[in-house]
């Protein structure tokens, strides 16, 4: 069981930069999962925005991020980030962590999710 807890939302504005951070909690440890990034906008679906292999060696970023997104991990802090610039009131959404056992854009792929967190982007 891996809990996942997710920071560094709020409200922020066009143009703004913003770093979320996903931490393990308790006796979870991320080092041998693939850690995604997922969105949620208010009546839309949840979409990948990015992933990272185990050991970072492999990145994969959604297209509507990956000119302005960073994704990374310490796996001695147990914790992952995405950093974010240019940011457009379309990235509003809940952001979610989550971990996996294989690279992918798929959520169904996730086995363990944090509880998200929101940022909102304002014009």
């Known amino acids: 069981q891996v809990q996942l807890v997710e920071s560094g939302g709020g409200l922020v504005q066009a143009g703004d930069s913003l770093r979320l951070s996903c931490a393990a909690s308790?006796?979870?440890?991320?080092?041998?999962?693939?850690m995604g990034w997922f969105r949620q906008a208010p009546g839309k679906e949840r979409e990948f925005v990015a992933a990272?292999?185990?050991?970072?060696?492999?990145?994969n970023y959604a297209d509507s991020v990956k000119d302005r997104s960073t994704i990374s991990r310490d796996n001695a802090k147990n914790t992952v980030y995405l950093h974010m610039n240019s940011l457009k009131p379309e990235d509003t959404a809940v952001y979610y962590c989550?971990?996996?056992?294989?690279?992918?854009?798929?959520?169904?792929?996730?086995?363990?999710w944090g509880q998200g967190t929101q940022f909102t982007v304002s014009s």
């Open positions: 308790g006796r979870a440890t991320i080092s041998t999962y693939v």
């Open positions: 989550a971990a996996s056992l294989q690279l992918d854009v798929r959520p169904r792929a996730y086995a363990y």
């Open positions: 990272i292999s185990w050991g970072g060696g492999r990145i």
